[in-house]
Nanobody
Framework: QVQLVESGGGLVQPGGSLRLSCAASGIIFSRYAMGWYRQAPGKQRELVARILNEGSTDYAESVKGRFTISRDNAKSTVYLQMNNLKPEDTAVYYC???????WGQGTQVTVSS
């Protein structure tokens, strides 16, 4: 079965950085475009970054220039480097193949002074 395990979240001050990782199993990882999503309390889950099979990337306007998505197909892992974090980035972050409705447990990111 498909498993997605997110890690790397935590508490960080505004302006700080975090690197999230998501290890996937149960799929042929290299065949799937992958996305990082986030869900803040009381809000809908939103797609913040995606990376296609061949490596091209796309970002939500709210994170463009601050977040970088990357992938390592040999490790079946997708990453999200988050710089210059803002309080509004506080959310649970999830990864998922764009074309499949599978979710892991997520990793909490809290940006607060």
């Amino acid at each position: 079965q498909v498993q997605l395990v997110e890690s790397g979240g935590g508490l960080v001050q505004p302006g700080g950085s975090l690197r999230l990782s998501c290890a996937a199993s149960g799929i042929i990882f290299s065949r799937y475009a992958m996305g990082w999503y986030r869900q803040a309390p009381g809000k809908q889950r939103e797609l913040v970054a995606r990376i296609l099979n061949e490596g091209s990337t796309d970002y939500a306007e709210s994170v463009k220039g601050r977040f970088t998505i990357s992938r390592d197909n040999a490790k079946s892992t997708v990453y999200l480097q988050m710089n210059n974090l803002k309080p509004e980035d506080t959310a649970v972050y999830y990864c998922s193949p764009l074309s499949l409705a599978y979710w892991g447990q997520g990793t909490q990111v809290t940006v607060s002074s």
